[in-house]
T-cell receptor
Framework: AQKITQTQPGMFVQEKEAVTLDCTYD???????LFWYKQPSSGEMIFLIY??????QNATEGRYSLNFQKARKSANLVISASQLGDSAMYFC??????????FGAGTRLTVKP | DAMVIQNPRYQVTQFGKPVTLSCSQT?????MYWYQQKSSQAPKLLFH???????NEADTPDNFQSRRPNTSFCFLDIRSPGLGDAAMYLC????????????FGSGTQLSVL
């Protein structure tokens, strides 16, 4: 069965510091996509970054990077130079060949000034 | 320039009174999804349409139905809402390729009195 695990219900980080949000997954598929979404208190889901299972290099998007370790089935999100506006829920998600996208339980990040 | 539009933003209904949530898209995407998200939880996939093909999740209650009359519109019908159906309902779209990200609407917050 496909499963996404985020083990950190909540995380705190000091403004301007980097933070890593953990995500592990379980699948027998060879082809899949890994995504991170941010959900502020307003409720909208904002796409942050994508990593394909066959991509050899770790994805980066501005201050976001994805530490992809395929053998360990982990896809951790690294946010550099945290800003107050980064405070939100962060969801790791996996997309399968049948078009489903399933989400982990989420991590609530709080950036402290 | 909203691309996935959900109306209304807030919906209040009475216990047992049918309610319909609507979603429209300007992206011409093949796939449309409905997710249910309860407070501080991950979005849970209810069903999705690939074009006109309906795909229901095994654990989606029969109380939830969906219609997609054309490419642009998709509706979520809750036939007899219970108190446990109070949640945020998120509509999302994608082009249908497994590695494509989902585009989300702002959601409809449903309250059941």
């Amino acid at each position: 069965a496909q499963k996404i695990t985020q083990t950190q219900p909540g995380m705190f980080v000091q403004e301007k510091e980097a933070v890593t949000l953990d995500c592990t997954y379980d699948t027998s598929d060879q082809s899949y996509g890994l995504f991170w979404y941010k959900q502020p208190s307003s409720g909208e889901m904002i796409f942050l970054i994508y990593q394909g299972s066959y991509d050899e290099q770790n994805a980066t998007e501005g201050r976001y990077s994805l530490n992809f370790q395929k053998a360990r089935k982990s896809a951790n999100l690294v946010i550099s130079a945290s800003q107050l506006g980064d405070s939100a829920m962060y969801f790791c998600a996996m997309r399968y060949n049948n078009n489903d996208m399933r989400f982990g339980a989420g991590t609530r990040l709080t950036v402290k000034p | 320039d909203a691309m996935v539009i959900q109306n209304p933003r807030y919906q209040v209904t009475q216990f047992g009174k049918p309610v319909t949530l609507s979603c429209s898209q300007t992206l011409n995407h093949n796939v449309m999804y409905w997710y249910q998200q309860k407070s501080s939880q991950a979005p849970k996939l209810l069903f999705h349409y690939y074009d006109k093909d309906f795909n229901n999740e095994a654990d989606t209650p029969d109380n939830f139905q969906s219609r997609r009359p054309n490419t642009s519109f998709c509706f979520l019908d809750i036939r007899s809402p219970g108190l446990g159906d109070a949640a945020m309902y998120l509509c999302a779209t994608s082009r249908g390729v497994s590695r494509e990200k989902l585009f989300f609407g702002s959601g409809t917050q449903l309250s059941v009195l």
